[in-house]
């Protein structure tokens, strides 16, 4: 266990995720805290190819260079490709770990917040059908978590916040 562990952690360190994510779907021994480490990861990962994806079509907007408009494209097909690799990766282990009854009530709040903070990050990267229909799936994620954590304020109240983020992004698209 503990080497299946060392090879998924040198798996992210070295960028491989496609690597990683295989190891874990192979592995049927982690428990929900390994899961939920990886999870986190993951999403970090995403979050930080989004970031990227930002930078590189502001200096794409900015540069003449045809050569390196056609460098930035290419490039920003393959974040966008891996984008979308990974989230569909990131939704099955979330999806999985949801689904097991023995979790506690607060991990379910962490993994439906943790959906909807991935739906927000690809809403920001996407294109109009898709990038509505990211912050739905935020904003139903958010919903759900608002419900399982309504004894819980400060969670609530964080998710509330998320919520109210999103609401007001979806409404400056309307506009």
């Keep these: ?41 993951s999403l970090n990962l995403i979050e930080k190819r989004c970031q990227s994806l930002r930078k590189l079509n502001q200096i794409l907007i900015e540069t003449n260079d045809q ?58 990267v996407s294109k109009s059908n898709d990038k509505l229909e990211h912050i739905n799936h935020s904003l139903r994620s958010y919903n759900q978590a608002l419900d399982i954590s309504s004894q819980q304020s400060l969670i609530h109240q964080q998710i509330l916040r998320n919520k109210n983020l999103i609401s007001n992004l979806f409404d400056f698209q309307i506009v």
């Design 67 to 124: 050569n390196q408009c056609f460098i930035i494209q290419n490039y920003l097909q393959l974040i966008f490709n891996e984008l979308q690799f990974y989230s569909k990766e990131i939704f099955s282990q979330i999806e999985n770990l949801l689904s097991n009854r023995s979790i506690s009530l607060s991990s379910k709040v962490c993994y439906q917040k943790l959906q909807g903070d991935l739906h927000f990050l690809l809403s920001q």
């Design 1 to 41: 266990m503990k080497n299946l562990f060392d090879q998924l952690y040198f798996c992210y360190l070295t960028n491989r995720c496609e690597d990683a994510f295989q190891l874990i779907k192979s592995s049927k021994t982690f428990d929900e805290q390994q899961q939920t480490i990886f999870t986190l990861i």
